[in-house]
C-alpha cells in the first residue's frame, strides 16, 4: 500500500502529463487544486486495480491501450513514461507501440539490476573520478552473505576504525541503508544480531550482497545533492540539479531553481553527472536516471548511488519547469513527500487544512500543490505538497509556516 500511496507523484513525471493511471483513488478536488497553479492542458486521471500488476492490468485493456496510443500520436507527440523501467512496464510499452526494432541503438551490456546496483555504481563512479580531484569515491566492500559482513564489521569495530554505512545493493529512498558506528556494535554475536533485526525491520536489507562503505562525514551546508539528467539517442541531456532534504539516510523532498546549489557546486554536479550518463548510455541504458552525492566536510562530493529511473526530485524538477514555462521566470520549488500528521484524519479534513495553508500562502506569493494527498489516514499518517516562489529564502519561510499552520489545525482538532 506504501507504493500505492507514493504512484500519486505519477502525475509530476513531466511537467506536461497526458493520461495517467493511478492504482490508489483520491478525490477529483485535488486535482483543481493542483491546476490552480499549474498549466496542464492535456491531463487526465484514471484509476485501475494494481494486481498482479498496474503495467500488466493497462496491457490487457484493449480500451486503455487504444486510448494511450492515441495519446502518443496526438499532435506534438508524447511518450509513455513510467517510474522505473520492468519487465511490466516493456510489455506494456510493447502493446502499446509494438516491439523494439532489433538494431535500434546499442545493446545493453548490463540488465535493468545493474543500473539500480550500487555495487556496479561504485565501478562507473571510480572511472569517471580519474582526473577529477573534487569528487571523492568511499571505499566499499562487497559480502556476499551475511555471517561474513558480520564478522568483518565486528573486527572493524574492535580495531577502532571510524563509522561506516551499511547498505543493501538495491535499497530505495533510504530503506537498506544504515549508518553503524564501531562502539556501537562491539562484538559478532551483537553485529549479528544487529543484521537479523535489520531484516525484520527493514526486508530490503535481506536482498544479497551487502555493502560496507566508508562513512563521508557530510559538510554543515549544501550536504546531500543530486544531479537529473535523461538518456535519448541523442546523448545525455540536463534535466537539473537540486538539494535534497533527508533525514537520517530517508529522503523526504528536494529544492530546485536559482540558488538551490552554489553555482560552482552546481558545475562539479552537473559535469560529474554528465560523465556518469554518458558511461550508462554507452553501457546500452535510456531513460531518465539520477546521480545523488554527499558533500563531505572538505568540500569534495562522494558519489553515492545511481537511480535508473525517476526519482523524488524529479517532481521538484517537472513542477519549476511547469511553472517557469507559464511564467516566463525561473521559479524555485521545495517538495516535502512525509510532511508528518499528529494523527490519522479522513482525506477531506486534509483537503480543507491544505485550503487554508493554500490560502495563506497565496497572500505571500506562494504557490502550494499538494501532491501526496492519500496516506492521511494510515496509521502513521503523513501527507506531501511543493511549494513554489521566486527564491529559496522566500520559500523555506514558506516551509516552515507550513508546518506551524499544520500544527495548529492538529490543535483545533484536540478543541
Not at 562507473?124 to 569528487?135: T, V
Not at 552473505?145 to 571510524?162: F, H, I, N, S, V
Not at 546549489?261 to 536516471?289: C, H, I, K, N, Q
Request: charged fraction near 25%; include cysteine.
Amino acid at each position: 500500500m506504501e507504493g500505492h500511496h507514493y504512484a500519486g507523484l505519477a502525475l509530476f513525471y513531466s511537467a506536461d502529463p497526458g493520461p495517467v493511471f493511478l492504482p490508489l483513488r483520491f478525490d477529483r478536488s485535488w486535482l483543481d487544486m493542483q491546476r490552480r497553479y499549474l498549466h496542464w492542458p492535456r491531463i487526465s486521471v484514471h484509476w485501475t486495480a494494481g494486481e498482479p500488476g498496474v503495467s500488466d492490468v493497462l496491457a490487457a485493456d484493449p480500451a486503455t491501450v487504444a486510448a494511450l496510443r492515441t495519446a502518443l500520436d496526438a499532435p506534438g507527440g508524447g511518450r509513455l513514461l513510467a517510474w522505473g523501467e520492468t519487465a511490466g512496464t516493456e510489455r506494456l510499452r510493447a502493446a502499446v507501440s509494438g516491439p523494439a526494432a532489433p538494431g535500434g541503438g546499442p545493446a545493453r551490456r548490463h540488465g535493468q539490476a545493474s543500473f539500480e546496483s550500487k555495487r556496479e555504481a561504485h565501478r562507473r563512479f571510480s572511472e569517471c573520478a580519474r582526473g577529477r580531484p573534487e569528487i571523492l569515491i568511499p571505499r566499499q566492500e562487497v559480502y556476499d552473505d551475511a555471517e561474513t559482513a558480520a564478522t568483518a564489521l565486528a573486527a572493524r569495530a574492535e580495531a577502532g576504525t571510524g563509522p561506516v554505512m551499511l547498505k543493501s545493493d538495491f535499497g530505495v529512498g533510504g530503506f537498506g541503508t544504515r549508518l553503524v558506528r564501531p562502539d556501537e556494535i562491539p562484538t559478532q554475536d551483537g553485529m549479528w544480531a544487529l543484521l537479523r533485526a535489520l531484516t525484520d525491520d527493514d526486508a530490503i536489507f535481506g536482498v544479497l550482497p551487502l555493502l560496507v562503505e566508508e562513512y563521508v562525514e557530510p559538510h554543515p551546508l549544501h550536504c546531500q545533492l543530486t544531479y537529473d539528467g535523461e538518456i535519448t539517442g541523442d546523448g545525455v541531456a540536463d534535466r537539473g540539479t537540486a538539494l535534497m532534504h533527508v533525514t537520517g539516510t530517508h529522503y523526504r523532498g528536494a529544492t530546485t531553481g536559482p540558488g538551490a546549489l552554489p553555482e560552482p557546486l552546481r558545475r562539479s554536479v552537473t559535469d560529474f553527472g554528465r560523465a556518469v550518463g554518458a558511461m550508462l548510455a554507452a553501457e546500452g541504458y535510456r531513460g531518465w536516471f539520477d546521480v545523488d552525492f554527499v558533500r563531505a566536510r572538505d568540500g569534495r562530493l562522494a558519489p553515492t548511488e545511481i537511480n535508473a529511473r525517476r526519482t523524488g526530485p524529479c517532481v521538484a524538477m517537472a513542477i519549476a519547469a511547469n511553472l517557469g514555462a507559464s511564467s516566463g521566470r525561473p521559479v524555485v520549488v521545495r517538495t516535502e513527500d512525509t510532511l508528518p500528521l499528529p494523527r490519522a484524519i479522513p482525506e477531506e479534513r486534509l483537503h480543507a487544512r491544505f485550503e487554508t495553508v493554500a490560502r495563506v500562502l497565496a497572500g505571500r506569493g506562494i504557490a502550494f500543490v499538494p501532491t501526496l494527498v492519500t496516506a492521511s489516514s494510515e496509521k502513521v499518517p503523513y501527507a506531501g505538497f511543493a511549494l513554489a516562489g521566486t527564491s529559496i529564502p522566500e520559500v523555506d519561510a514558506a516551509m516552515r509556516h507550513v508546518v506551524r499552520l499544520m500544527s495548529g489545525s492538529a490543535e483545533e482538532d484536540e478543541a
